[in-house]
């Protein structure tokens, strides 16, 4: 994967820093299948598969945790 | 998703961090299945599976420690 | 849910800590399934289930890291 | 559970503290099933399934990590 | 093992700092089936299965996150 | 299990880490089940599933996690 996706962990806000998050868990997936085809075969499925959405949640929540502290949380404390 | 549902990770106590953290979590899921409809379908069959019930709970237990971090757990220390 | 059950991270030493994960990986679920009939019935099904159990146990080490952090990891270092 | 099984989260070398994350690793089942006739049924069953054997080895390195902070990683740095 | 495959966990900046993420997930993989063939064989059946493709970007995130705190976040803060 | 086979967290090198890693994630099987014989067993059955493989993954994940804290993610910052 040769283009550049990710210069940096620093967002403006919290909510940008758990798109950021999302984005940072959907390229795991994506370079474990680089295939668009193949993944967009699959999205379906676990779109409608309760225990893939939680999973997805819980990817989600990890990288929320890693860019949160990139961010020293957003200030204050 | 255009609308701000995030603006601070700081609460005025534990318990309304962790009213954060199940937003937070709820937020992957919708992120990931934008759908209120699906969702709302798939509600009930997690809502009764143990072992969804339990996936959700270690969302939201990462999902709190992010937030408990951000707020110093909340003094003392 | 209404009533405050939440007001504190800090324990007077690590099992109280460790109760406090528990109760804390305990909420995860009541939010998601509010009705206490329903978690009644789930409930012989889970704890005679190994996964379920380890699951469980899983949940409760990662709030238990977070109170052990809020609480200094009860002094020393 | 009245008994006092936790009073600290110090050991005196690395060893004893990935001891003492089995220790809390157990505590989070039997707390969930109390029952040691249930657990010793249990026992045969996810002894003999590697899915369960990784999974319990998750819940070990998540207190072993809290062990292990509380410890200062013994020392260095 | 005898080669030498990781010499540091400093990167140039966050998306190198990913793939060495990603990298140390597949060495994890690889250690545990060191046989090229068999993993191999592997491929084709979990890069076509959605949960899989979660649960390895879950594996990638808890890799950033210790990849991304080994770079200070990649400074700031 | 009484020999002695964790002395310290500290290692030279990060892939030495590593590796560390992958130790405590086996003695994290081998405390649960502790017979040579059922693990010999198991093995030619986790290490052909992906799945299998990728929780493993996950575990030694945690683990280096901690090795790489201990040791400060060997310098710098």
Redesign the interface.
Known sequence: MSD???????TD???TG??LA?K??????K???PSDD??KK??P??????????????????????V???????Q??
Chains 1, 2, 3, 4, 5, 6 share one sequence.
């Open positions: 550049q996706w990710l210069t940096s962990l620093f806000d919290p909510q758990y798109e999302i940072l868990s959907r390229m795991g997936v370079y474990t299948q193949v993944r699959l999205r499925i676990y779109e409608q598969d309760a225990d893939s959405l939680i999973a997805s949640s819980q990817v989600i929540a990890t990288n929320f945790q890693t949160a502290q990139a961010n020293n949380f957003w204050k404390q």
